[in-house]
């Protein structure tokens, strides 16, 4: 059969850019039946409390168009909670702005604040969406990878990256995939070329809850000449295990916010309206809500760290988010990444991602996977016991 191919062409700021590498992975776990370690989605419920406001929400008619920014109320209530928890004021009328997803804030982000040829510094290794979201600016983006083994961040090297051209900086932490929480040394030193070279600070911290063993978060927001220069994006998602809600925030003052919000407007309008209104009782649930959800991720980063040691994958146990990048090269496989990440799922059982494909740098993650471990403890049981079959049967 021939096949035809259409006529026209694609835009050339696609060049480079492909289907998210993570959501292969998770249909290729479903292909085979595979525990599904890829994807960063917890496999157990919400709060209760938050999925009766979302039946509340449907049963009492708000179904139609939000505002195009946010329902008032979940504004007001971002509003309190970064006022509670980081002492930083936005005024929820002017400054927040409900997104589908911290993707979609991230893109709107960079669209609103740099220009074709404008250069968007990322740090490696990077989430998907970074990349995407300077290419859809049509800006260059300027890769600065974070110091193996322990991933701290090289300001000089980092100097290096800005130039006249910098319109903006994406910053990650707690660390998607390292699970690093960057010092407050580090994030001085951002700050410092932030304003040396008039940069925008955009700041995915969607892990802000989701931190070990006493560290701190600090929002680039807070730090002295940042808040007027910074774009803060969280999301629902990963705190209170609605990733399937795509609910996202931006908080960014004058002009920012509103060159976020026209973006905004035109690509989706509003996010989700009833489960907007249920997203109002996430963010009234008490203080012990936070104190559990530490208290169970710490679990299961233990047992995802004894669980990678008896399957002979080298990682330090992460700091901050609920990732590991973990060295298969005790298997002695001959593969690469993306080769041992298909043969885990498929032949395994064990879905996970391929280490390189967090980097654009070539030569970096060839030896490691990623495994997301925000699962019931059972799942990371059985991926376990998968895993040490595929260990005995190689000896």
Request: aromatic share 10%; charged share 25%; net charge negative.
């Amino acid at each position: 059969m021939t096949t035809m191919q259409a006529p026209g062409q694609t835009s050339r700021r696609l060049g480079g850019l492909r289907e998210s590498v993570i959501r292969e992975m998770t249909r290729l776990a479903i292909e085979h039946e595979a525990i599904n370690l890829s994807q960063g989605y917890p496999d157990f419920s919400a709060p209760p409390e938050i999925l009766e406001a979302a039946h509340r929400a449907l049963d009492e008619g708000f179904n139609q168009y939000a505002v195009t920014w946010g329902v008032p109320a979940l504004r007001e209530v971002i509003s309190e909670n970064m006022r509670r928890w980081y002492g930083l004021e936005y005024d929820p009328m002017r400054h927040i702005t409900v997104t589908c997803g911290v993707t979609e804030a991230i893109i709107s982000a960079i669209m609103g604040t740099a220009n074709r040829g404008d250069e968007v510094v990322i740090i490696e290794p990077l989430h998907e969406n970074y990349a995407a979201a300077a290419a859809f600016a049509d800006a260059v983006p300027v890769y600065v990878p974070l110091e193996p083994p322990r991933y701290d961040l090289d300001l000089d090297r980092l100097r290096q990256a800005f130039s006249k051209k910098t319109a903006a900086i994406i910053l990650n932490t707690p660390h998607n995939p390292t699970g690093r929480v960057l010092t407050r040394a580090e994030m001085e030193g951002v700050a410092a070329l932030c304003r040396e070279f008039d940069a925008v600070c955009v700041t995915d911290e969607i892990y802000d809850h989701i931190i070990y063993d006493g560290r701190t978060h600090i929002p680039m927001a807070t730090l002295d000449g940042m808040y007027e220069r910074t774009i803060t994006v969280g999301g629902l998602g990963k705190t209170y295990a609605v990733t399937g809600w795509r609910l996202g925030y931006a908080c960014a003052p004058e002009p920012y916010s509103n060159a976020l919000r026209t973006v905004h407007d035109f690509t989706t309008i509003c996010a989700p309206t009833p489960l907007q209104h249920a997203a109002v009782a996430a963010f009234q649930l008490p203080d012990s809500y936070y104190e559990t959800l530490t208290r169970d991720f710490t679990r299961r980063r233990a047992k995802m760290m004894g669980m990678l040691e008896n399957a002979r994958l080298k990682a330090d146990p992460p700091e901050g988010a609920y990732y590991v990048l973990a060295d298969f090269s005790e298997w002695d496989s001959g593969m690469s990444d993306f080769e041992f990440a298909r043969y885990l799922t498929s032949e395994v059982g064990v879905a996970v991602v391929p280490g390189s494909s967090f980097y654009r740098s070539s030569g970096l993650g060839e030896r490691q996977v990623r495994l997301a471990f925000g699962k019931k403890l059972e799942t990371l049981d059985a991926a376990e016991a998968r895993l040490m079959t595929a260990v005995e049967k190689r000896r």
